[in-house]
């Protein structure tokens, strides 16, 4: 059974809750203010089950603009995306926001919902399909399926469940990796205690592993795992998990979203990030040298200061090289995806893709640094893991923080390893791993420094070490 993570996205009313319960009898609407105001607020989430060998997490995210951030904790970790429009209105503003959104977190999949299909006209329809093509035209979802569906009548739920079911079943199998759990949600539940959920972004958590919450460096240990209200000894990658904690520092007030579950070691938080950044075209924002922005990363929202590469802006509808500087830390691994939106008025403006999680304070680029940034973000794990080796020159990697740093699966890694140190391209040393060229260039300048002493001073017995 292949477990998924299905997301919803779309403008306030267009049904979207609705929709969700009439696929899975599930009322996501949790809240009294949200079942007062008839309008979603925070994530709601359900399972739902297309066919025999697909099983989504269904998150169901709010459509006003004034929730756009709860919307943006929920987008993290969708494998795919149902794409919510009413017959009766057709694509609106929260459309337009959302389908950016879900092409800056770089959601792999989309279907698109015709709701209350049984309140238009054929003709008017057909107007609305074509809208949507529009839309969906030069995105990578142009080819994606468009159905017409009721949530009262149930008109085509059907045809809409196979279509998904079919989208499911291309996505890529997520293999063996570190764990990493997103924070979205905090509660407490007598004689269980403190309750975190989210979605398993990576790796395999199992009752009774050792976790630490970041950041905060809070110890403690996985005392119960549910899915979807059901326990279970582990759960894997792909799937929404809620998750028992025990430990001194692990109460309900001193966990919050944005935080992540991990298991040590290998994971630190990040005060600063290199990105390879894309401003949407049709905002009228540039991002400017120095400019406080608003980054969502995971389940996370942190202020940053932008230093950009190159120039003193990034125009509308552009690319280019910048860092963030945050405000607070957030734990974050090469190839994330973000999203940046404007300090104020709040926007959606651009997001981009991590390329660096623990860089130097930098104001420029240095020659080549812009290709080896590139390759930072390169498929090839090899490429990967050398770009990082020559930036980090002397110092080297630590080898256990080197998946966060390439966001490479701990296989992917060791087979780089190899790859390069049979090229005679890496040097491993005491559990750091050096570029080759970096190291010899080090060693030759020590041999030559301890010549040049000894030259100096051919009676002494070596250099001091203070």
Known sequence: MRRLILGTAGHIDHGKTALVKALTGVDTDRLKEERERGITVDLGFAEYQPGDDVLFGVVDVPG?????????????????????????????????????????????????????????????????REDIQLLLSGTPYGGAPILPVSALSGRGLSDLGDALADLGRQAQEKGVDVVRLPIDRVFTIKGAGTVVTGTLWSGRLAEGARVVVLPGEKEGRVRSVQVHGEEVKEVQAGARAAVGLTGAKLGHHDIQRGQCVVQAPGWDVSWMLTCRLSLLPDTGWDLEQGQRVRVHLGTAEVLARVAVFGGDRIPAGGQG?????????????????????????????????????????????????????????????????????????????????????????PANLESAVRELEEGNALVPVEGRLFSKGVWEEGRSLILSNLKSYHERHPLRPGIPLQ
């Open 64 to 128: 006003h603009e004034g929730f756009i951030r709860n919307m943006l904790a929920g987008a993290t970790g969708m494998d795919l995306v149902l794409l919510v429009v009413a017959a009766d209105e057709g694509v609106m503003p929260q459309t337009r926001e959302h389908l950016s959104i879900v092409r800056l977190l770089g959601v792999p999949r989309l279907a698109v919902a015709v709701t209350k299909a049984d309140l238009a006209e054929p003709d008017w329809m057909e107007l609305v």
């Open 321 to 409: 090289w910048a860092q963030l500087r945050l405000e607070a830390p957030v734990v974050a691994r090469v190839r994330d995806h973000l999203v940046i939106r404007s300090y104020s008025p709040v926007t959606t403006i651009g997001g981009g893709r991590v390329a660096e999680v623990m860089p130097r304070k930098r104001g420029k680029l240095r020659s080549g640094e812009g290709d080896l940034l590139q390759g930072r973000l390169a498929d090839s794990g090899p490429r990967n893991l050398s770009a990082l080796l020559e930036m980090s020159e002397w110092e080297g990697i630590p080898r256990d923080s080197a998946c966060q740093r390439t966001g490479l699966s």
